[in-house]
């Protein structure tokens, strides 16, 4: 599709796009619900992604239409604007929201969206729409924003404007993201380091279960909730401003301060897969990908038992991937609920692997899953030469 998206822009608008600009998702190897904890996470940014093509319009509105969706839409520009149900171009709304609001002068834009990151899938399509629309209207309009402002506007934007309570790890890792880098990111400070993720012959599996996320948006606020009652239990006898602020010894030592017992479930899973990051980070350095598969194996099992946000359908992934001897580690990846898992994989038994999941996902689920060999690739850009995708 992406080689026909200039034509299908001229067939929409009956003129050119001036420019073509490209977001991609991310994965996160590992680190789960610890950004808004404060933590350390480790993503990078893959090679699927969002594209995005605009022309100018001297008619003062933005004209949406996706590749991916029937529904398009005209919205004038004007000082505010707000959520309209739960379109798509909510997301690209809420960032020109944000700009107007910050006085940008800006001009109407005929725009179109073509993404190839399954949606809804937990490989991060919402913040590759608004770091794509986002980089785009500051590039095109000089508006000025630094790319990390470009990141904490977008997460504004799924905060404030949508409703998700999600941190800053998905909108970090689409902007910043390198090729063939891991990002280890302190989502406190925001300080990060782009690690080698030379992967010693392995290669990075995405396995989507192809499982609908119902209820993943309520179910993630929740959680947030609970973290935060966690922090203030903790806080009668401790000064921090996030649960990752502690390890698990200290952890250990006060843990008592929270009585309700789903809560320090919630908790000890936070503190403990943030202790697992600095060991990941370390066996990714020495190339010890053994190591960084059995992290990654005892992080599922943490979001399944004591964060509670896997399920049958992500398990049945990380079971087989279990039996599998030329898997070094698997997990769910992103918020969870459904979505996709990743695995580390031994580059050539990789068809053979992707065979073997999708009889045994098949055979227990009901329904095949879609499995993709992975590329990590660099973070949000304009596209030049601009018919050339
Ligand atoms: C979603 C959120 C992120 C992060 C992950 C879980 O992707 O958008 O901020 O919390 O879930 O790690």
Not at 65 to 82: G, H, M, R
Not at 250 to 263: A, G, P, Q
Request: with cysteine; glycine share 6%.
């Amino acid at each position: 599709m992406k080689e026909h998206l200039q034509q299908e822009f001229s067939k929409t608008y009956n003129k050119p796009a001036t420019s073509t600009y490209f977001s991609p998702g991310r994965v996160n190897l590992i680190g789960e619900h610890i950004d808004y904890n404060g933590g350390l996470v480790m993503p990078c940014a893959i090679t699927f992604g969002t594209y995005l093509l605009v022309a100018p319009n001297n008619d003062n509105v933005f004209r949406f239409k996706s590749v991916n969706f029937t529904d398009t839409a005209e919205i004038p520009l004007q000082p505010n604007y707000t959520k309209q149900g739960t379109e798509w171009y909510n997301y690209p709304i809420g960032v020109i929201a944000y700009f107007m609001q910050h006085d940008k002068e800006l001009q109407g834009l005929d725009m179109l969206y073509y993404g190839d990151i399954p949606i809804g899938s937990g490989l991060s399509s919402s913040a590759s729409i608004e770091i794509v629309t986002a980089f785009a209207l500051n590039d095109l309009f000089n508006c000025g924003f630094s790319k990390l402002e470009l990141v904490k506007l977008s997460k504004w934007v799924e905060n404030s404007f949508i409703g998700l309570n999600s941190g800053i790890m998905d909108q970090f890792s689409v902007a910043f993201g390198e090729k063939n880098k891991a990002l280890m990111l302190n989502c406190d400070t925001l300080e990060y380091e782009a690690v080698n993720s030379n992967l010693n012959g392995y290669v990075l599996a995405i396995i989507n279960t192809n499982k609908p996320r119902k209820l993943a948006e309520s179910k993630y606020n929740e959680r947030v909730q609970e973290c935060s009652t966690a922090l203030t239990s903790l806080k009668q006898e401790l000064d921090i401003n996030y649960l990752c602020d502690i390890d698990t010894q200290t952890f250990n030592k006060y843990s008592h301060l929270i009585t309700d017992e789903v809560v320090l479930k919630r908790a000890t899973h936070v503190i403990q897969e943030n202790d697992r990051v600095k060991l990941a980070a370390r066996a990714l350095s020495s190339n010890d990908l053994q190591e960084f598969g059995r992290l990654m194996y005892a992080s599922h099992d943490s979001l399944r038992d004591k964060y509670e946000v896997s399920g049958v359908e992500l398990d049945a992934v990380v079971e087989y991937a279990k039996t599998d001897t030329s898997v070094a580690g698997a997990r769910m990846t992103g918020a969870g609920f459904g979505g996709c898992a990743i695995a580390l994989v031994k580059g050539d038994q990789f068809d053979n692997f992707s065979e073997a999941v999708t009889a045994y996902y098949t055979h227990k689920i009901g329904y095949a899953p879609s499995v993709y060999k992975s590329l990590i690739g660099d973070g949000v850009r304009e596209l030049s030469p601009l018919v050339k995708l």
